[in-house]
């Protein structure tokens, strides 16, 4: 079991960029695959980029590659998402998620640790 804590959302205008960091603590969660997340009003929990711990494979939805980046860092425990070029669609809440099933860590339903989420605005 990890336990996960975002931060860093907030209102933001169209255009801006952001960056979101998730604390990861727990025994052994370098064994995990670490997630982001985003779910809007009215819309299921939508995948944006993925990461392992060991290794560092990353993988990224079509719809943020290019401007959002997945990164770890292993001295501060924390995985953090770079959004760029923010649209008022991206405007949701964002989850940070681990999971031990890093094939296939692109889909919400293997992650069984998640964070309390933080909220995005982008406004226009």
């Known amino acids: 079991q990890v336990q996960l804590v975002e931060s860093g959302g907030k209102t933001v205008q169209a255009g801006d960029s952001l960056r979101l960091a998730c604390v990861v603590s727990g025994r052994t969660f370098t064994s995990y695959a670490m997630g982001w997340f985003r779910q809007a009003p009215g819309k299921e929990r939508e995948f944006l980029a993925a990461?392992?711990?060991?290794?560092?494979?990353?993988v990224y939805a079509d719809s943020v590659k290019g401007r959002f980046i997945i990164s770890k860092d292993s001295a501060k425990n924390t995985v953090s998402l770079q959004m760029s070029s923010l649209r008022p669609e991206d405007t949701a809440v964002y989850y940070c998620?681990?999971?031990?099933?890093?094939?296939?860590?692109?889909?919400?339903?293997?992650?069984?640790?998640w964070g309390q989420g933080t909220h995005v605005t982008v406004s226009s």
């Open positions: 990461i392992r711990w060991r290794g560092g494979d990353e």
């Open positions: 998620g681990a999971t031990l099933d890093y094939l296939r860590m692109r889909l919400h339903r293997v992650y069984d640790n």
